[in-house]
């Protein structure tokens, strides 16, 4: 199985990992992925809270046991939801897990999210944290 990951925090990526780490099994590949749109809409900050971010997944997962762990940082200029639908694609994912901000739940439908246009935007099976 191989799972995609977004991820655009630390905490995330806790949060990601604490769930499918029991749930891993060998032969599994974890990729996971943080999207900046970069040029001006970029900041070195915000580059740097994606490395955070990936480095957190590598150090929950890293050793698990026969299961490949990778992390891309995306910085190609498209909107993350974009970014991480197409790399989904391109490697053949055949999951995603994602994760949801706490909203109330009138705010999950009026305001639009990351999280939100991926499962909007994919066929694949998903399981949201």
Not at 72 to 78: A, E, P, T
């Given at each position: ?17 604490a769930y499918l780490r029991d749930r891993l ?105």
């Amino acid at each position: 199985m191989l799972y995609v990951l977004p991820t655009n925090s630390v905490r995330t990526s806790e949060v990601l990992c604490a769930y499918l780490r029991d749930r891993l099994a060998p032969g599994d590949a974890v990729h996971a992925t943080n999207s900046q749109r970069g040029g001006d809409a970029t900041s070195s900050v915000d580059i740097r809270g994606g490395e955070d971010a990936l480095a957190a997944v590598e150090d929950a997962l890293g050793d698990a046991p026969d299961v490949a762990v990778e992390t891309h940082q995306l910085v190609r200029g498209n909107a993350p939801a974009e970014d991480v639908l197409a790399y989904a694609a391109d490697v053949g994912a055949d999951e995603f897990v994602i994760a949801i901000r706490d909203r109330s739940p009138t705010a999950k439908v009026v305001f639009g999210s990351v999280a939100q246009d991926i499962l909007s935007g994919s066929n694949l099976p998903m399981r949201v944290v």
